[in-house]
């Protein structure tokens, strides 16, 4: 069973910064092989990509969020931040961690809020 937990969602203002954190552990996954990420999901809207980093570090982003969020992986604690700059309220949204190791798995979900 794996598990992937985010954590460091919140309310931030226009122009703001948060940094979110995802933790996998479990069994049936090995974290240096996988493919991490993060997507969200705002009210009303579909759940779209933000970012992914593969086992190479390569990384992916959506274009709205190129140049103000940065990926990174730590195979030793098995785990994959998101950092998030110069925040807007387009932003707000559920945001989820990602893993895919041979399937995909998926955290609960933290909530970030951009709002003055």
């Known amino acids: 069973q794996v598990q992937l937990v985010e954590s460091g969602g919140g309310l931030v203002q226009p122009g703001g910064s948060l940094r979110l954190s995802c933790a996998a552990s479990?069994?049936?996954?090995?974290?240096?092989?996988?493919?991490m990420g993060w997507y969200r999901q705002a009210p009303g809207k579909q759940r779209e990509l933000v970012a992914l980093i593969t086992s190479l570090r390569s990384t992916n982003y959506t274009d709205s969020v190129k140049g103000r969020f940065t990926v990174s992986r730590d195979n030793a604690k098995s785990t994959v931040d998101l950092q998030m700059n110069s925040l807007a309220p387009e932003d707000t949204a559920v945001y989820y961690c990602?893993?895919?190791?041979?399937?995909?798995?998926w955290g609960q979900g933290t909530q970030v809020t951009v709002s003055s």
């Open positions: 479990g069994t049936g996954i090995v974290f240096k092989f996988s493919v």
């Open positions: 990602y893993a895919k190791y041979f399937r995909e798995y």
